[in-house]
């Protein structure tokens, strides 16, 4: 097990929900200066997939077939019962996360991964799903990648076709669908199998290696990178979120330089063991799924207490970030897990996976 990564995934996953809680805390937590806490969890997401994808098929010579099927069992069950769940809350009237209008065709679509426009916004009816869009797109692509023979060529040919959706993406070519896959945060998935092929190629550290210097250079670079790029938005007048090119280039960077350097440690013999976040980060999809919802509940709760502005913000906060872990934990032991494992002895023909998927795949 990777344990650093799968710190790092418990983090990542925080940060997305310190963003979102800046929805619910006023003026106590302005939403733009959270911003980018929210960028940097999704980044760190998108350049670990990327990763995690390279690194298992390449350990399990898994097939077209296998590794679709791996993801679909892993992804779609509890994202599916989420999204339905919030599909019947919404139904009977309760209207959660901001689900103000449920029509048939888009909870078809949530459930198809298909991207769609919803109030303005395209995002599913969960609305963090709209990560997954690009996911389950990164998945498909990948497969075709299988076909590629060669771990260096199956590498080369990922980063180049990126790129070129990006590229192709400049062309004022009408479409959601075109503009939604060819924007350049889907280059993350890319340095992140940049990062799995160094990670194979690199193997074993050499005696006397500088691991805690090399770490500690990357991390410190990867943070002057972030406050670089957030005083370029200010003097721009951009969102700290940043979009287009900037973002990869800020953020995505700054998200390899971490998961590298996380992975650097792990191969120097020093891991970051706790076994709180280890078991976080196992969690951590159905944390990242079920969160905004239990901000939602949280803010309806403490709204009936006679507290002010700051107590309020405190109190939203410990009550969803607890309800979020604790109910994220009991979905992964009772659903995620045992439906992932279920749906693997049904359709995989090697069930049993190494140690690194075990660990890491989500």
Do not use: C
Not at 284 to 289: D, V, W
Request: charged residues 10%.
């Amino acid at each position: 097990m990777l344990y650093n990564l799968q710190i790092l995934r418990a983090l990542a996953a925080y940060l997305v929900f310190l963003t979102h809680f800046g929805l619910y805390a006023g003026p106590v937590l302005p939403r733009p200066d959270l911003l980018a806490f929210g960028a940097a969890g999704v980044d760190v997401f998108f350049v670990l997939s990327g990763f995690i994808m390279f690194v298992s098929t390449s350990e399990g010579d898994a097939g077209v077939g296998t590794f679709l099927t791996r993801r679909i069992a892993r992804v779609v069950p509890v994202y599916w019962l989420v999204t339905l769940g919030l599909a019947l809350m919404a139904l009977v009237g309760l209207r959660p996360i901001g689900i103000m209008d449920l029509r048939p065709e888009y909870l078809i679509q949530s459930l198809l991964f298909l991207p769609f426009s919803r109030g303005g916004y395209i995002e599913p009816l969960n609305s963090v799903g709209w990560t997954l869009n690009y996911e389950m797109f990164f998945y498909v692509v990948f497969a075709g990648l299988l076909l590629v023979p060669t771990r260096e060529w199956r590498a080369l040919t990922a980063a180049a076709l990126f790129l070129s959706l990006t590229l192709l993406g400049l062309l004022p070519v009408p479409g959601l669908y075109w503009a939604y896959y060819t924007k350049p945060i889907v280059l993350e998935f890319a340095a992140g199998i940049g990062l799995g092929y160094a990670y194979l190629r690199l193997g074993s550290l050499p005696p006397g290696f500088p691991v805690r210097r090399v770490t500690g250079a990357a991390i410190v670079s990867a943070g002057l990178l972030v406050l670089g790029g957030q005083a370029v938005a200010y003097s721009l007048g951009v969102s700290p979120e940043m979009t287009g090119f900037l973002r990869p280039l800020v953020w995505g960077s700054a998200a390899s330089l971490v998961v590298g350097a996380m992975l650097l440690l792990e191969q120097g013999g020093i891991t970051l063991r706790s076994r709180w976040l280890l078991s976080q980060g196992n969690a951590s999809y159905s944390f990242y799924l079920i969160h905004n919802l239990m901000l939602h509940t949280a803010s309806k709760v403490v709204a009936l207490l006679p507290v002010g502005e700051s107590l309020r913000a405190g109190l939203i906060f410990v009550l969803a970030f607890a309800a979020s872990a604790a109910l994220g934990s009991v979905l992964f032991r009772h659903i995620e897990a045992p439906m992932n494992a279920a749906l693997r002895r049904r359709f995989d023909r090697r069930p049993v996976p190494t140690p690194l998927q075990s660990a890491l795949t989500r």
